[in-house]
């Protein structure tokens, strides 16, 4: 069975991967400091999955602590889901976003190649794209970023890249997935998004409006150039993306030689507005979700949407889920976990 270090594994994504993972075999030790998550997600998992998952209470930024966890564990390799993300908040604190984003991901990379275990899957973002120049957006298109969340990504992208190319012979196989907007929830209704403060995201934010958590949305713009008016994304249910990372470490498995540096985008290919979601999310749920007209939102842009045809050619892998579907995922979890993972 393989060892897979799975970094940040108690957070959003990290716990529906875990998920996958086991239903595929693989065996996932979960590193995580906590500082955005609960150990009850981890909890939760083990009874969906009916399993012990190993979880170690740590700092990507203690490399004394990596260390130790390496000699005690024999990985097959690392998907590296530990990072803060939170773009409004970077903006206040650069520092701390190239700290934990680009300075953990180091020490990781560097306690990886002292012990040997070169695959590696990385949490990268559409962000790196920044505002895109065609739709959709293939690998290849210009990278830029406006803020320090996304400079971070983008930097450790650099990084894997230099690594990658500094061989003759490529030992390392890393794969950058560039997530495009994830969101929904597990079926069970037991694990899903807790964000700690007021949502920044859309969907956590219709979610808790429809609780009652929130008294109403600001919807960020009318006047783009869209269908709407309103800003289009590619919104994808996150257990699609969590299986895109079993592919990809299938894809890694069945390698004979390494490759170096791959990014693969993890979106369906598809766009949908603001008002788009907000009345799938009303009309699958039977919600009310009360909302105004507000300004844009800085540094927002009007349209993101993928080219999944890279990761459905190389991976094998091709998103499921509908907009509906993530509707109802996402008021499943959230209507039974009014508060997250805080008792209800
Ligand atoms: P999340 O905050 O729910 O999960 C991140 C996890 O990492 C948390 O459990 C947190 O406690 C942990 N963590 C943070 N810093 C750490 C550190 N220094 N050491 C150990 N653990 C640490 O976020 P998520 O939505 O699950 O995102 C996972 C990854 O995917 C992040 O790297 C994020 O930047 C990236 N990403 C997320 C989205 C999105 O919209 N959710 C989109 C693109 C990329
Ligand atoms: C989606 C749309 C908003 C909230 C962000 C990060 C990106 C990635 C995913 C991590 C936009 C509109 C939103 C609200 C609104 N994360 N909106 N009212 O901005 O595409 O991407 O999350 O990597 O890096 O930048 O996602 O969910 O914030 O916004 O009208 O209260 O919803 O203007 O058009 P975004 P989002």
């Not at 009916?50 to 700092?59: R, S, T």
């Amino acid at each position: 069975m393989k060892k897979i270090l799975v970094t940040g594994g108690a957070g959003y994504i990290g716990s529906h991967t875990l998920i996958e993972l086991i239903k595929l075999g693989f065996e996932p030790v979960v590193y995580d400091n906590l500082s955005n998550s609960s150990p009850v997600a981890i909890e939760r998992v083990e009874q969906i999955v009916d399993q012990k998952i190993a979880f170690i209470k740590g700092d990507v930024l203690d490399k004394t602590h990596l260390t130790q966890v390496f000699t005690e564990h024999e990985f097959f390799g690392v998907i590296h889901f530990a990072g803060l993300k939170a773009v409004g908040e970077s903006v206040a604190k650069p520092l701390k976003y190239y700290q934990n984003n680009v300075s953990g991901t180091l020490n990781l990379l560097e306690v990886m190649t002292d012990f040997g275990v070169k695959n590696f899957i990385f949490s990268s973002s559409a962000t790196v794209y920044g505002d895109p120049e065609m739709l959709p957006i293939v690998e290849t298109a210009r990278r830029s970023c406006t803020n320090p969340y996304g400079q971070s990504k983008l930097t450790v992208e650099y990084v894997l890249e230099d690594l990658a190319k500094s061989e003759r012979v490529p030992s390392w196989n890393i794969i950058s997935l560039r997530y495009f907007n994830p969101i929904g929830a597990d079926a069970s209704g037991t694990i899903g998004e807790d964000p700690s403060d007021i949502p920044n995201n859309l969907m956590p934010y219709i979610s808790q409006v429809a609780v009652g958590k929130l008294e109403k949305l600001s919807v960020f713009g009318d006047d783009y150039d869209t269908p709407d008016g309103t800003g289009v994304r590619d919104y994808i249910h996150v257990v699609d993306l969590a299986k895109g990372h079993v592919k990809a470490l299938e894809y890694i498995a069945k390698q004979t030689s390494a490759f170096g540096f791959e990014p693969i985008n993890l979106g369906t290919g598809h766009g949908t507005s603001v008002l788009e979601l907000v009345g799938a999310f009303v009309s699958t749920t039977g919600q009310n979700v009360p909302y105004v007209i507000a300004p844009r939102r800085a540094g927002d842009i009007a349209t993101c949407y993928a080219s999944a045809d890279k990761a459905k050619t190389l991976l094998g892998w091709t998103a499921e889920f509908d907009i509906e579907r993530m509707c109802v995922d996402t008021w499943r979890w959230q209507s039974q976990n009014p508060q997250g993972y805080h008792s209800n």
